[in-house]
């Protein structure tokens, strides 16, 4: 089986500042992958970004960056220049071997002008 | 636009009555996901098809039931629906079936069942 837990409900971050969104998991793959989906109001899923469980280095894409910690089935996301249109539901999610991707609950992300 | 497409959007009905959820995976995409999103919960996994054979299963309940069908577009039938049932529910696409690939979602069917 495999677990994705989000710890926070919710999270505020100032337009232009940093913010990081948290993540932990579980797996028995020893090759899995790990997933950042965003969700905003208008409720499609979208990916932001995707780190390959081997891959030793952080994957980065623009402003969205994460912080793998293998060893410690950790898998947070930062968010730099928070912009307005970031403001969204973030989930975390996890698939490994032929296993289904499974999601976290969820961080609703608030960006304060 | 991720190319998937879900039908209908939105959708009302009544305790016990029956519906039909309609999916279009993206071009090329062998693999179907289909998901529920209930209120202050996060995705949970129902179903996932794979060039029309069932792959995995989630927590699906008895009443409801899918298929992928030979063009792969998929349809997910809900059955005795109950209040609980109102949710939103997810269809995604993949292009493997192995994990690793992004799925990509369409906008959602926004069930209410009065």
């Known amino acids: ?113 | 636009d991720s190319g998937v497409t879900q039908t209908p959007k939105h959708l009302i009905t009544a305790t016990g009555q029956r519906v039909t959820l309609r999916c279009s995976p993206r071009s090329g995409d062998l693999s179907v996901y289909w998901y529920q999103q209930s209120l202050d919960q996060g995705l949970q996994f129902l179903i996932q098809y794979y060039n029309g054979e069932e792959r995995a299963k989630g927590n699906i309940l008895e009443r409801f039931s899918a298929q992928q069908f030979p063009d792969l577009h998929s349809e997910l039938n809900l059955s005795s629906l109950e209040l609980g049932d109102s949710a939103l529910y997810f269809c995604a696409s993949s292009e493997i079936l192995k994990g690793g690939g992004e799925l990509f979602f369409g906008e959602g069917s926004r069930l209410t069942v009065l």
Do not use: H
Not at chain 1, 72 to 77: C, M, N, R, T
């Open chain 1, 1 to 113: 089986a495999q677990t994705v837990t989000q710890s926070q409900p919710e999270m505020s971050v100032q337009e232009a500042e940093t913010v990081t969104l948290s993540c932990t998991y579980d797996t028995s793959e020893s090759d899995y992958y790990l997933f950042w989906y965003k969700q905003p109001p208008s409720r499609q899923m979208i990916l932001v970004i995707r780190q390959e469980a081997y891959k030793q280095q952080n994957a980065t894409e623009n402003r969205f960056s994460v912080n793998f910690q293998k060893a410690a089935k950790s898998f947070s996301l930062k968010i730099s220049d928070s912009q307005l249109g970031d403001a969204a539901m973030y989930f975390c999610a996890l698939s490994g071997g032929y296993q289904k991707v499974t999601f976290g609950i969820g961080t609703k992300l608030q960006v304060i002008p």
